[in-house]
């Protein structure tokens, strides 16, 4: 008996921990920290960034040190023959182990404007990444939001057909109740249970779609398939917005990330051509050397010991020919220019697609749900009399299940349209550039 009890309270446990609810806020949340996307265009982004520090610092002053030590071959000491001496003289003693320190500097003074150039270049890939981020964090919402809506929307429809299962399988006991009173036929009998059959069969379709909906939706918060998520959604949606496709376009246009991303590598591009022409230019830097060695050239004659010395000067670099790399690099970043140019007028062009798409969808949605209540209405009204018709046998069941049936399609269409203008608004908010997370 223990035994038992135990087994079911871990059962119970396991269930209650494996289920979770979730509100439309709480779904973006999780999503939004969970998205491996948006992961990568933060990556994105400080990859950027440090790539902006790693130009800057090319153009500051470059110190560095180095240390080295050698033990030299036994070679003859430097001696010269005089003749009027009987010995040779001895110039220089040899020196078998050398010790050298030195620190230095290199300083760019003139590279052809390709630092500051490359750097410009550089702040404007990170400018488009920070877009490249909200865009990414905007349409991982509007995945999310859709999952959320048609998670939802699925629940409703399996509610609305177990609704419609419970009516039939009690007009079905009335039926046989007429019957066995010698009201009702054989034939009005088998003709509810066929249309129960057939409902039930729908509400196995159903119940599929919302547990492949409930793993779509999982997937898009990022938590594990296998968990039993209930939502908790507020259904009273804003259908008051009055939308112009003009004032739409033109907010696009201005707001949507990727264009101005694709806005800002286009100006990078311009910059990385400027700083391909930098090779046509002579190379200026300034440089210095501290040294403190053993022995140290500078001091003759040359002699086991330590000194220091120093030396500061001006560089200069020009390639004269390189048999046609220059006006390589430069072509090839013209042509860039020229890609970038094409892709942000082809994405204005997909841009202004989209907003218009998603503007006649919702238009259609929202006369889908006008049209919608306008037949619920009618329905309701006709399954109200057909059931007072029925219980006084004056319409046969075949007439009431029709007006069951009419009740039911009314149902669904209402709410499922409610779901559907709500995801076509999110959509159009999107597509216009706002954001929705």
Avoid: C
Avoid at 102 to 131: N, W
């Amino acid at each position: 008996m223990m035994k038992n009890i135990l087994i079911t309270l871990v059962f119970l446990s396991t269930a209650l921990f494996a289920q979770q609810n979730f509100t439309l806020e709480q779904s973006l949340d999780s999503g939004l920290k969970n998205s491996k996307e948006i992961h990568i265009a933060e990556s994105r982004l400080k990859q950027a960034e440090a790539k902006v520090d790693e130009i800057w610092s090319g153009r500051m002053p470059k110190f560095a040190l180095s240390a080295a030590y050698a033990h030299l071959s036994d070679v003859p000491a430097f001696e010269v023959n005089l003749p009027i001496l009987p010995n040779p003289v001895k110039i220089q003693d040899v020196v078998l182990n050398t010790y050298n320190i030195s620190v230095g500097f290199t300083q760019p003074l003139f590279t052809g404007f390709k630092l500051s150039s490359v750097q410009s270049a550089a702040e404007k890939m990170r400018d488009a990444a920070e877009h490249e981020l909200k865009k990414a964090q905007n349409e991982k919402a509007l995945e999310i939001r859709e999952a959320f809506w048609l998670l939802n929307k699925t629940g409703i429809y399996l509610a609305l057909i177990d609704e419609s299962v419970a009516l039939l399988e009690k007009h079905l006991q009335d039926t046989e109740n007429y019957m066995d009173n010698g009201l009702a036929t054989v034939n009005d009998v088998l003709r509810i249970k066929v249309r129960l059959a057939d409902t039930q069969l729908k509400r196995v379709e159903a119940a599929n779609q919302k547990e492949l909906a409930k793993t779509l939706f999982n997937k898009s918060i990022g938590i594990d398939l296998n968990t039993d998520t209930r939502l908790m959604a507020d259904t009273t949606f804003n259908q008051a917005d009055i939308f112009s496709l003009d004032d739409l376009l033109s907010e696009a246009l201005q707001n949507r990330s990727e264009l101005h991303a694709i806005m800002l590598q286009t100006e990078a591009a311009g910059y990385n051509s400027s700083a391909a022409k930098s090779d046509w230019y002579p190379q200026i830097f300034a440089f210095g050397n501290y040294q403190y060695s053993n022995p140290n050239q500078r001091y003759l004659p040359v002699k086991d010991e330590f000194n220091d010395s120093w030396d500061v000067g001006v560089s200069l670099q020009w390639s004269i020919w390189d048999w046609g790399g220059r006006s390589a690099k430069s072509e090839q970043a013209r042509q860039q220019v020229i890609q970038a140019e094409n892709g942000y007028a082809l994405a204005k062009e997909s841009i202004q697609t989209d907003v218009r798409k998603n503007y006649l969808d919702l238009l259609n949605q929202k006369q889908r749900l006008v049209a919608g209540k306008l037949y619920l209405e009618s329905a309701e009204e006709n399954y109200r009399t057909s059931n007072e018709k029925y219980d006084v046998q004056l319409i046969t069941s075949t007439e009431l299940i029709d007006a069951e049936v009419s009740l039911h399609e009314a149902k669904t269409i209402v709410e499922t349209a409610k779901v559907d203008y709500e995801i076509a608004r999110i959509r159009l908010l999107k597509s216009v550039g706002r954001k929705i997370y």
